[in-house]
């Protein structure tokens, strides 16, 4: 492969210095979606959406909240990852570092707004609050 | 830095030279639909779950707003955003179908398999109508529980 020099090889880095990293969390966090929003989607379904108490019932499984909270790391990174290479296709100059540094809030300030609700939907009955008063 | 300079480098000849086919289609959508989950998608998931999380009456707010305002004197607002909702969240599940579909299309072409040029026009065209019906299924589905 490649007529790289015999370390560039080796490291197996290429000509962005990142090697297949990107390509390879892609395709990764790609299967963890796969499972992880088809359970999304299936649950949807299946749940009464308008009854409240319900749905929060399902959110404060353990199961399910252990899942939501992987689903929306291997969500979030995976779109970081499709976002950085429509910014690269189209977005030049400066203004690709700020959609870069964007890009980069948006990803780990929506993960950590989504994990933070599925904490609060869980540990709504410990601290003594009814569904949702926390 | 890359990006703006002039280059004497030769460049790929550009997208209207070649003719169209499926696989350009699916090429596209497959862009198109994992951008719009990644921003509206997205999105809308962590309204919705933020609402769960925040008691029954954010939640009623976030119902009233995307699907049904259950108020005798619906707000013109609320009658706006019912009908966008649903027009959105339409377009979510065909986005979803059709980048879960595709995706699991680039899954197989990064084994090497599927190139031949009968089978990726097969694939790539099967991909596309695949997405499309999924998502009338569902609607089907959902709209069938509703009335």
Same mark, same amino acid.
Request: proline share 4%.
């Given at each position: 492969?490649?007529?790289?020099?015999?370390?560039?090889?080796?490291?197996?880095?290429?000509?962005?210095?990142?090697?297949?990293?990107?390509?390879?969390?892609?395709?990764?966090?790609?299967?963890?979606?796969?499972?992880?929003?088809?359970?999304?989607?299936?649950?949807? !379904? %299946? #749940?009464? *959406?308008?009854?409240?108490?319900?749905?929060?019932?399902?959110a &404060?499984?353990?199961? =399910? $909240?252990?899942?939501l909270v992987l689903l929306l790391v291997s969500v979030f990174?995976? !779109? %970081? #990852?499709? *976002?950085?290479?429509?910014?690269?296709?189209?977005?030049?100059? &400066?203004?690709?570092? =700020? $959609?870069?540094?964007?890009?980069?809030?948006?990803a780990i300030g929506g993960a950590a707004f989504g994990i933070f609700a599925v904490v609060r939907i869980?540990?709504?009955?410990?601290?003594?609050?009814?569904?949702?008063?926390? | 830095?890359?990006?703006?300079?002039?280059?004497?480098?030769?460049?790929?000849?550009?997208?209207?030279?070649?003719?169209?086919?499926?696989?350009?289609?699916?090429?596209?959508?497959?862009?198109?639909?994992?951008?719009?989950?990644?921003?509206?998608?997205a999105l809308?998931f962590l309204w919705w779950l933020g609402?769960l999380a925040?008691?029954?009456?954010?939640?009623?707010?976030?119902?009233?707003?995307?699907?049904?305002?259950?108020?005798?004197?619906?707000?013109?607002?609320?009658?706006?955003?019912?009908?966008?909702?649903?027009?959105?969240?339409?377009?979510?599940?065909?986005?979803?179908?059709?980048?879960?579909?595709?995706?699991?299309?680039?899954?197989?072409?990064?084994?090497?398999?599927?190139?031949?040029?009968?089978?990726?026009?097969?694939?790539?065209?099967?991909?596309?109508?695949?997405?499309?019906?999924?998502?009338?299924?569902?609607?089907?589905?959902?709209?069938?529980?509703?009335?």
């Amino acid at each position: 492969m490649g007529n790289g020099t015999q370390l560039g090889k080796v490291r197996g880095l290429g000509a962005s210095h990142h090697g297949s990293h990107h390509w390879l969390q892609q395709r990764l966090t790609a299967l963890g979606n796969v499972l992880l929003v088809g359970f999304l989607v299936v649950s949807l !379904l %299946r #749940l009464p *959406l308008g009854d409240h108490g319900a749905v929060h019932r399902w959110a &404060a499984n353990p199961t =399910v $909240a252990l899942a939501l909270v992987l689903l929306l790391v291997s969500v979030f990174w995976h !779109l %970081r #990852l499709g *976002l950085q290479v429509l910014i690269e296709d189209y977005v030049h100059g &400066a203004a690709r570092l =700020v $959609a870069i540094v964007l890009l980069n809030f948006y990803a780990i300030g929506g993960a950590a707004f989504g994990i933070f609700a599925v904490v609060r939907i869980v540990l709504a009955p410990a601290a003594g609050l009814a569904p949702g008063g926390m | 830095m890359a990006g703006n300079e002039p280059s004497a480098r030769p460049r790929a000849p550009h997208l209207q030279v070649y003719k169209w086919g499926p696989h350009m289609t699916a090429s596209i959508l497959h862009r198109v639909s994992g951008d719009g989950l990644a921003i509206v998608g997205a999105l809308m998931f962590l309204w919705w779950l933020g609402a769960l999380a925040s008691g029954p009456d954010a939640y009623a707010a976030f119902i009233a707003c995307v699907w049904r305002d259950p108020s005798p004197e619906i707000t013109l607002f609320h009658q706006v955003t019912n009908i966008l909702g649903k027009l959105v969240l339409v377009g979510l599940t065909w986005a979803f179908f059709q980048h879960l579909f595709s995706g699991l299309r680039h899954l197989l072409l990064d084994t090497g398999a599927g190139y031949e040029l009968k089978t990726n026009k097969l694939w790539a065209s099967v991909v596309v109508a695949a997405g499309v019906l999924a998502t009338a299924a569902t609607w089907i589905h959902i709209l069938a529980g509703t009335f």
